[in-house]
């Protein structure tokens, strides 16, 4: 179970915007670990394209992190069925 539950915390996902102004980290749990957004970002969108930006980015790592832990809940299923 230590092992399990070590490795569960070891799942993330980080998602990078293609212009690489924006990128965010999330923990196994989908709470955000870490954001980081470049100075220069200020002077090339608007506060609503930052937010959009981030919200794509933030659903896009969601996306991410559940397919981690679904792989990870499966492959621990197996390993036990063993």
């Known amino acids: 179970l230590d092992k399990l539950l070590r490795d569960l915390d070891e799942l993330g996902a980080a998602v990078d915007d293609p212009n690489g102004l924006v990128s965010l980290s999330l923990g196994f749990d989908g709470h955000l670990v870490e954001i980081r ?10 506060n609503i394209e930052l937010e959009n930006r981030l919200n794509r980015l933030f659903a896009a790592g969601t996306e991410g992190v559940n397919g981690l832990r679904a792989e990870f809940w499966q492959e621990a299923v197996e390993d036990i069925d063993l």
């Not at 957004?37 to 608007?46: E, L, P, S």
Request: aromatic share 0%; charged share 20%; proline share 0%.
């Open 37 to 46: 957004i470049a100075d220069a970002v200020g002077k090339v969108m608007t």
